[in-house]
């Protein structure tokens, strides 16, 4: 079957300017993540989605970051006004549940402030 | 605070040869650990989890309380064996907190 999918694969764009980052998980998978790699960073957790409930957005580094998950499927990351250090690669996974299963990696979304 | 070192960021070694990459971790609870392999051009998926406590391709890692590490194992590495390998740690089996990563190269 289909894994995680994510679009654009790359996105430049300008300081200042709001990006939007889609994800489609993995069918039937209701638990949803989102990681940033920075370069020369590890992967750090930025939010997760699990169902219905409230989203845990204890990983967001600043509130011009924002996401949402539709339909309890497909998932937006937005990042307003951005800056420089916002550049990196987005990841996306997602599992059955949150705690129990493994995670699915999508391909990632380059991400580059100009 | 949970964190995850990985000490190496480059590993190189000769097809053949024994490889270690390490993992040390800190965490106030009963940890959860896994290995994800980066492979060129593919995406982060796992490799394994302590839980399992299998081998895949080869690998194997073991869950050391006392030292904090979770360390990666091979015999005998593969030239297919290079890749980006991430340690990482579940937060009460949820969000993921990873290493830096050690990119292994093995040489024929």
């Known amino acids: 079957g289909a894994g995680v999918s994510q679009s654009p694969s790359n996105k430049v764009t300008e300081k200042g300017k709001d990006v939007e980052l889609r994800c489609d998980p993995i069918?039937?998978?209701?638990?949803l993540y989102w990681y940033r790699q920075s370069l020369g960073q590890g992967l750090e957790f930025l939010i997760y989605?699990?169902?219905?409930?409230?989203?845990?957005k204890s990983g967001l580094p600043s509130d011009r970051f924002s996401a949402e998950r539709t339909g309890g499927s497909v998932s937006t990351l937005t990042i307003q006004r951005t800056q420089q250090e916002d550049s990196a690669v987005y990841l996306c996974?997602?599992?059955?549940?949150?705690?129990?299963?493994?995670?699915?990696f999508g391909p990632g979304t380059r991400l580059t402030v100009l | 605070a949970q964190r995850v070192t990985q000490p190496e960021k480059l590993l190189s070694v000769f097809k053949g040869a024994p490889v270690e990459l390490k993992c040390n971790y800190s965490?106030?609870?009963?940890?959860?650990l896994f290995w994800y392999v980066q492979y060129s051009r593919q995406r982060l998926q796992l490799l394994l989890r302590h839980i399992s406590r299998e081998s895949i391709k080869g690998f194997t890692a073991d869950l050391n309380k006392g030292e904090t590490s979770f360390h990666l194992k091979k015999p005998f590495a593969q030239e297919e064996d290079s890749a980006m390998y991430y340690c990482a740690l579940s937060q009460g089996f949820q969000k993921l907190v990873f290493g830096t990563g050690t990119r292994l190269l093995v040489s024929p």
């Open positions: 989605f699990q169902g219905n409930s409230a989203p845990d």
């Open positions: 965490y106030s609870g009963s940890p959860e």
């Open positions: 069918s039937g998978h209701t638990a």
């Open positions: 996974a997602s599992s059955r549940r949150v705690g129990t299963d493994t995670q699915y």
